[in-house]
């Protein structure tokens, strides 16, 4: 059992009874949310801005943390994929890393601070998703339609919007709105309140949307 819980932001937990990973960690006080309450064996960070990079917040002693490249931790494999924060090769904000990872055989793409859809080579190196983790908010990263678009090329059976709007966040991004009105005419929209339970045979066939909230 694969459980997943929403931290606000870019940051998730994923987590079986062997295994702690979190994604994007925040430390809450640098973007007016609540902070993540939770310690990581492994750590993936797409990007060295403040919002995405806080791994004090969730590490211990023995935390691995990856900020690029292939490698395997704790029976996790973990792929990155060089992309750009902007729509000029980086040179407004610099690389993002694409991670691919593999948990109990549930494939999960987290696209961290994705500014730009990315070309036809890396979407092939990225190969099929289970589960794929879009930013969605704009202003920093693709925009609502932009993540949509990417999310057809993908077709992972699980969407996971990100990095949007809620309540109390500083950051000027838009919410998560405007994408499930774009989505909900392509695939079924399921709430799933801050976490989630799931096994391999629990994703669906078709493909789903899964908002979480704070």
């Known amino acids: ?10 940051c998730f937990e994923i987590s079986n009874e062997n295994v702690t990973l979190v994604t994007d960690p925040h430390d809450g006080s640098s973007i007016g949310i609540q ?3 939770v310690k990581a064996d492994v750590v993936l960070v797409s990007h060295d801005h403040y919002d995405h990079n806080k791994v004090k917040a969730v590490e211990k002693e023995t935390t691995t943390v990856v900020k690029g490249g292939d490698t395997t931790v704790r029976d ?3 792929a990155s994929y060089i992309s750009y924060h902007d729509k ?5 904000r610099g690389i993002n890393n694409i991670f691919t990872f593999v948990v109990d055989g549930i494939t999960f793409c987290h696209l961290g601070d994705l500014g730009h859809l990315p070309d036809e080579e890396t979407l092939s190196a990225i190969g099929q998703v289970d589960v794929l ?3 969605v908010g704009g ?3 693709i925009d609502s339609r932009e993540a949509l678009a990417l999310c057809k ?3 992972p059976r699980v969407v996971i919007p990100m990095h949007y709007r809620v309540s109390g966040l500083s950051l000027p991004i838009e919410r998560v709105e405007e994408f499930l009105e774009l989505a909900k005419k392509m695939c079924y929209i399921r709430h799933v309140a801050n976490e989630i339970e799931i096994d391999h045979e629990d994703l669906p066939e078709e493909h789903e949307v899964w908002v979480f909230t704070l």
């Open 1 to 10: 059992m694969i459980t997943i819980v929403w931290h606000g932001h870019s």
């Open 35 to 37: 902070p993540p309450h």
């Open 76 to 78: 996790i494999r973990v």
């Open 88 to 92: 000029e090769e980086g040179k407004k």
């Open 133 to 135: 983790f879009v930013p």
């Open 139 to 141: 202003v920093f990263t």
């Open 153 to 155: 090329k993908i077709k």
